[in-house]
């Protein structure tokens, strides 16, 4: 039974008590049952289509925010949407040797300085730059798409992009230690012409905008805030027969230290700004955060345990300590801490720390050839072997990272086990 509807068979309609068959309705009419569209029913699709997709980018940018600015969206372009596809890795490196500290990834790309040459990668194992290196003691510095190369005791340095060398140059003296910001501000602590150690400023266009003469200690680390504006200079020297640890704050536009801090009894490795208003000292027994414009700092000590590892994590203002409970470097506590001294989370394991990496509220280790992820819980979340020869291990997302190893860098979904497969 059939009502009549407007529009069917206006022309050839049977009674509303007849069965119609199609096969008695003339072609011309057949076609007429195709009901159009109205305008107001097309538009409503769509702005529906429209407010999906709208939504699903504003879902993406939410996931994606800490890397969703000007310089990161103009580099992904460049160089993953116009550059070529690359192999994939893993990717063998340049040259014969590639430390552990000059090695990272920036902003999703691999950056390394080997004995021989710096290198850019992609996120599909395209190299990008290669720059011949000079230098027989080389090192690595890098803060966003900047990086620093020097040579250890010699005086020639060069700054790179992920393009490449922007610049090139020598010293006045042979290079102890140097940072770079974001910025592009550097700085280079070199030999004293009679000093200890004499610290050099110089702003993205090359030009030197500072100069600092230290004739109490010598300068061994060095962290330039990310605007480029003053840096924590750290330093040793001996007192009664003791370490004393020497920490100057510098403010590029004054010429006396802001503070000067000293630490009795403990030697500094390391330092790195966690934001601009507060750094972290890693030392060997014990770490300390120093608020700048403050005298005064806070202390994480070890509790006799031995310093194995350490890592920062600028985005989420924190750094991880990997602690040996038995002295030989196994059995480490992984202690996070935030930029005020308080603790995040204590894990206790089994495992060495041969490399250190934080994401977020993701804390993995390299032991040996398999990385162990665990939550801000202390659960393991995953284990993953990285093949032969593994050294240092970066984490890129909460189940992905870079492993680089002996001879070659590869990129790892520790989620997924057939990655496993790939490690040769």
Known sequence: MFRRLNGHYTDNKKSDREVISYE??????????????SPEAVKKIILGVCLAIVAGLIVFAFAN???????????????????????????????????SGNFT???????YASDTSFVTLNSKGNEIANVQLRYSKPAMKSSGDRFLTYGIGSDGYQIHDFDGMLYSDEAEGAIYTADISSSGVYGLVTEGNGYLTVL???????NRIYK????EHYITSLAINSDGTGCIAVGISSSGGEAETGVYVLDFTKEEPVSKIIISGDTVIDSQYLNNSSAVLIGSAASYIIKIGEEDYKTVDYSGKTLANYCFNTSTNSFALALSKSGDGRSCDIETYDDSAEKISSISTQYGAESLSMYKGIVAVLDG???YGFDNSGNEIYSFDTG?????????S????????????????FSDSSTKDSVN
């Open 369 to 371: 050839n398999t990385v």
């Open 212 to 215: 600092y003469s230290f004739s």
């Open 388 to 396: 032969t020869g593994s050294k240092k291990l970066v984490l890129t």
């Open 105 to 111: 990834v920036n902003q999703g790309r691999v950056a």
């Open 24 to 37: 008695d309705v003339p072609l011309d009419d057949y076609e007429q049952e195709k009901t159009e569209m």
């Open 200 to 206: 050099y400023v110089f702003n993205s266009s090359n």
């Open 65 to 99: 925010r800490d890397n969703l600015t000007a310089d990161n969206i103009s580099n992904w372009w460049t160089y993953e949407v116009l550059g070529n596809a690359g192999n994939g890795f893993p990717v063998n490196v340049v040259g014969t040797d590639v430390k």
């Open 398 to 413: 909460n189940n992905t990272g870079y492993v680089l190893s002996i001879n070659q860098i590869k990129f790892f979904d």
